[in-house]
């Protein structure tokens, strides 16, 4: 039985080596892009993508925001609680009714990067693209986030809780 037991310590500890091996060797920096058609017109969509704390309301992955400050045209600064922990965010650019720039503003999390929307009006309502220029400092992190979760999974994950805001 030790013999056994033994055995397979040196199989996950091979595993676990290669795995960081393997992480360490991805890119730290990636790139992710989505879209998704909104049955609401692009002032409306924007609307509810700049009320940040009105988050909580649509997004099931956010159970509180803070806001730290303001700006001109609304939050600049603020804070969300919810399944992905606490992290603290930035707007860095808006241009009403079409592109929106918000980034991590925390660099001591595993990982950071900025998100930018862009909406353009179609025939039925807005389309949503959201590019993701994120980076991933954990090795361990990124390896999960290329080959388990996906890249583009928070991106999907968001339109699709956007897209339930209108059609739920």
């Known amino acids: 039985m030790r ?11 091979v595993v676990v080596l290669v795995g960081l091996g393997v992480g360490y060797l ?18 409306e969509v924007w609307a509810v993508l700049s009320l940040v704390q009105g988050y909580p309301d649509w997004r099931p992955d956010v159970d509180a925001v803070e806001i730290l400050a303001r700006g001109q045209r609304g939050p600049s600064r603020w804070r969300e609680t919810g399944a992905n922990g ?9 241009e009403p009714p079409g592109r929106r720039v ?19 009006p179609t025939a039925g309502g807005t389309r949503v693209t959201i590019t993701e220029e994120g980076e991933v400092r954990n090795p361990v992190f990124r390896l999960i986030s290329r080959f388990v979760i996906g890249h583009d999974a928070t991106i999907n994950d968001f339109l699709a ?8």
């Open 102 to 120: 918000v980034r991590i503003d925390d660099p001591d999390l595993p990982f950071g990067g900025r998100w930018i929307y862009a909406l353009e």
């Open 86 to 94: 606490v992290i603290t965010y930035r707007l860095e650019a808006s």
């Open 3 to 13: 013999r056994i037991l033994g055995i397979g310590a040196v199989v996950v500890g």
């Open 161 to 168: 809780a956007l897209a339930g805001r209108w059609e739920g």
């Open 26 to 43: 991805l890119p730290v920096e990636h790139t992710a892009t989505g879209s998704r058609d909104i049955p609401g017109p692009p002032h």
